[in-house]
């Protein structure tokens, strides 16, 4: 007899006692062509509690399922137009946006195994032949009702996950921008002559980079890769960032800084963490660049035909492992010409790899920078790792910082008219140094930190102060108290610094006399700066070189006077 022909018979039952009170009540489909099969069903299942939609076709089953989002679904199988398994198929299809899983029943008088295999095919999960028990029919409807229960479980769970997980995101990005912001970044030197670029393999990245100019002039450059990748990388590398400009700002010393980081990563890292660290400094004037590498990959000097100068490999162990101060950090010293690129990056950059496991690795970085223009080498150099990796993920933070060193341009001279100094109401300092202090390689900004402690400079002068003092301090212990020759005749610069060093670890005896004093010149205020040794003195008569320091000294003064001997040297700055 066919399905719409055939009775629909209930038997009687009497419901169980109810041990699953808990169960939340479902929200039914009906769909049938029968009248009195639908009221029968809506009959028996609102008894139950059950809220039931009736639908009579499966035009208007689909209608009512996307409406009104049923907890489950009893559907015929015959019937006109679209027949049952049709309308579960489209049900399945088109209900697509559903966000939960809504199980469909088939209730038909077909009861062949291929019947029931073509139901459970076209997307139905159970299948009951008619006449229907109503006690199976109850059972199967609860078992649904402890899946819907589990199910809307879940869905509260994945709301409040989903929530979590925005806020989460949120609250992750805020961070990120707020270690961007302490990257400090926006101090970069104007001009292109530091470039850096981190690309994190999580929201927060282990890697850092920062530049900094001190007073004096000097460019700065960091580079420091924390064990791992992501937050806690991240957290393990920040205690580095203050260390790092506050000391920078001043001009201390490469050794200086590392070591001052080193002891901060030990104060408050784990045992078993450590952050690997590069440091750079570029001394303009000089024509040098100092270069201290604590676990990171070498760092590459090229000139500007990509020739390459030097490397500089890792002579450390990462900071944070062992207990260091300052005479333990080795620093390479070496010439670099105007126009010379140093690069140096994460081992991230290294170690990016193709699908097949292979790495970029530092033959094909050297290749790509010695081969392309210096204009555009860092740029060139990131396109060939991501071409090189062809869209592989990649599994650790990317860095690479590009350190290019500018020439030097002479400021103008300020001009002068007369030679009176009003000398007025004035503030003074003198500081005497003996061979200990004349060995220590922060010497200069221990001296300008204490200077700014008794005496207010206004920052201009501060920085011109800091220049001074670097270059008539160095003139007064290198050709007054050691005796050195000047390092500008040296054919070997290497040779000259280590016999100063030599000659430096051997001075027994010798002083520096400095003398700060706040004057009116020309009825502005003004500052007078006197450098003495006890030395034999500095050869200041015969025309020193564009570059030297005299000559960038002559040029930050009012006016430069020198005693005959050349052991005193007084300068007027604002």
């Known amino acids: 007899m066919p399905d719409e022909q055939r009775p629909l018979f209930f038997f009687w039952w009497k419901p169980p006692t109810v041990t699953h009170a808990q169960l939340p009540r479902l929200d039914i489909l009906v769909v049938d062509d029968e009248e009195a099969n639908r009221r029968f069903l809506e009959k028996a299942l609102v008894r139950h509690g059950h809220r039931v939609t009736l639908a009579t076709s499966g035009e208007e089953a689909f209608k009512c399922y996307m409406e009104a989002e049923p907890d489950l679904v009893l559907m015929d199988v015959m019937m006109p137009g679209w027949d049952g398994y049709e309308t579960t198929r489209r049900i399945r299809a088109g209900g697509g946006v559903r966000t939960r899983w809504v199980p469909l029943i088939f209730l038909s008088a077909l ?51 989903a929530s979590y997980y925005r806020e989460n995101e949120e609250r992750k990005h805020e961070a990120a921008e707020l270690f961007g912001r302490l990257m400090r970044h926006d101090r970069l030197p104007p001009g292109g002559l530091i470039r850096v670029r981190v690309v994190s393999a999580d929201n927060f990245s282990g890697d ?45 010393s490469l050794q200086r800084i590392a070591a001052t980081i080193n002891s901060r990563l030990r104060q408050l890292l784990p045992v078993d963490h450590f952050v690997a660290i590069l440091l750079a400094r570029v001394d303009v004037p000089r024509g040098e660049i100092e270069v201290l590498n604590a676990g990171m990959p070498a760092a590459y000097l090229l000139d500007a035909d990509g020739k390459l100068l030097n490397q500089f490999a890792s002579h450390h162990f990462p900071l944070g492992v062992a207990d260091m101060r300052d005479e333990d950090f080795d620093v390479a010293t070496v010439p670099a010409p105007a126009g010379a690129q140093l690069f140096a990056c994460s081992d991230g950059l290294l170690e990016a790899t193709t699908a097949d496991g292979e790495a970029f690795g530092e033959v094909r970085m050297l290749h790509t920078l010695s081969s392309t223009a210096a204009p555009v080498r860092f740029d060139t150099l990131l396109a060939a790792v991501d071409r090189f990796r062809g869209g592989h993920p990649a599994h650790d933070d990317v860095s690479l910082t590009q350190l290019t060193v500018p020439g030097f341009a002479v400021p103008p001279a300020p001009t002068i008219s007369g030679d009176t100094l009003d000398e007025g109401e004035a ?148």
């Open 111 to 161: 009861d062949r195994v291929p019947d029931i295999v073509r139901g459970l095919a076209a997307g139905g999960d159970d299948y009951i032949t008619k006449p229907v028990d109503l006690a199976l029919l109850e059972s199967k409807i609860s078992a649904m009702q402890r899946i819907a229960a589990l199910q809307r479980q879940l869905e509260t769970k994945n709301t409040e996950l």
């Open 208 to 252: 850092l980079a920062g530049a900094a100019r001190s007073a004096e002039g000097h460019d700065y450059l960091m580079l420091a890769d924390a064990a791992g990748h992501g937050l806690t990388a991240a957290i393990n590398v920040m205690p580095a960032v203050d260390c790092f400009y506050s000391l920078a700002d001043q001009g201390y």
């Open 427 to 574: 503030e003074s300092f003198q500081l005497t140094l003996g061979p200990s202090s004349l060995r220590n390689p922060d010497l200069i900004p221990s001296v300008i930190g204490l200077i700014g402690e008794v005496l207010h400079l206004a920052d201009i002068s501060r920085r011109t102060l800091a220049i001074l003092l670097t270059e008539l301090v160095t003139n007064s212990l290198d050709y007054g108290l050691l005796g050195m020759t000047s390092r500008h005749a040296a054919t070997d610069r290497t040779v000259w610094r280590e016999e100063k060093l030599r000659r430096l670890a051997a001075l027994k005896s010798g002083r520096i006399r400095l003398s700060l004093q706040h004057v009116a010149w020309q009825g502005e205020p003004a500052w007078c700066l006197e450098v003495s040794d006890t030395g034999n003195g500095f050869v200041h008569a015969i025309d020193p070189p564009p570059h030297s320091g005299i000559e960038r000294t002559r040029q930050r003064s009012l006016t430069l006077r020198f005693n005959d001997s050349g052991n005193v040297v007084t300068s007027w700055f604002y």
